[in-house]
């Protein structure tokens, strides 16, 4: 089973700020990568498959990048819906598809 | 739009059994496969099974092999989780959600989520 590990656990920002997130694979998971934000109380929501292609209506300040075993997710400019936990997700080598453990954005 | 609607959770004690439904809408049901996610209180996000889009595939998450079994109905949109031997570990919300095509297994629509709390 592939491990996935992000870093940092917590990060506190400020709103405006730029802030990147990074996830990285215990084995080559080529860009067989999503991420997804979820909020408190809610379901999660898929930003961001094969590592760089934002879904459906997902605002332009989020991007993905990386390939194989490193991968990273930047929020250009932080707006006060962002803040919330994200997780990334391989679904290379599966089953079973695995999750990073999170990363939670709070305000500084 | 496409809507995942899950029902069934609750209270249950150790060993008992309890099964969750997912009512869909909005897409062609009976063409993708399906899957169910929990997540553990304050906890992240665990994969737990997933089936075909005509149910002749099925595969569980080792923690829940031999206890969960995941079917569906296409005729009534609905897909199941048939949970046996039920322990306080299970206790989780539990997700349904859809995947995103049938090559690659990542998920573009979630459920809200039903709770599972398995208490005596």
């Known amino acids: 089973e592939i491990v996935m590990t992000q870093s940092p656990v917590t990060l506190s920002v400020s709103p405006g700020e730029r802030v990147t997130l990074s996830c990285r694979a215990s084995?080559?998971?080529?860009?067989?990568l999503a991420w997804y934000q979820q909020k408190p109380g809610q379901a999660p929501r898929l930003l961001i498959s094969?590592?760089?292609t934002r879904a459906t209506g997902i605002p332009a300040r989020f991007s993905g990048s990386g390939s194989g075993t490193e991968f990273t997710l930047t929020i250009s400019s932080l707006q006060s819906e962002d803040f919330a936990v994200y997780y990334c997700?391989?679904?290379?080598?599966?089953?079973?598809?695995?999750f990073g453990q999170g990363t939670k954005l709070e305000i500084k | 739009q496409v809507q995942l609607v899950e029902s069934g959770g609750g209270v249950v004690q150790p060993g008992r059994s309890l099964r969750l439904s997912c009512a869909a809408s909005?897409?062609?049901?009976?063409?993708?496969?399906m899957h169910w996610v929990r997540q553990a209180p304050g906890k992240g996000l665990e994969w737990v099974a997933i089936i075909s889009f005509d149910g002749s595939y099925k595969y569980y998450g080792d923690s829940v092999k031999g206890r969960f079994t995941i079917s569906r109905d296409n005729s009534k949109n609905t897909l199941y989780l048939q949970m046996n031997s039920l322990r306080a570990e299970d206790s989780a919300v539990y997700f349904c959600a859809k995947e995103a095509s049938s090559t690659w297994y990542y998920f573009n629509y979630w459920g809200q989520g039903t709770l599972v709390t398995v208490s005596s």
């Open positions: 997700q391989q679904y290379n080598n599966w089953p079973p598809c695995s």
């Open positions: 909005g897409f062609s049901f009976s063409t993708y496969g």
């Open positions: 084995q080559s998971v080529s860009s067989n």
């Open positions: 094969g590592a760089s």
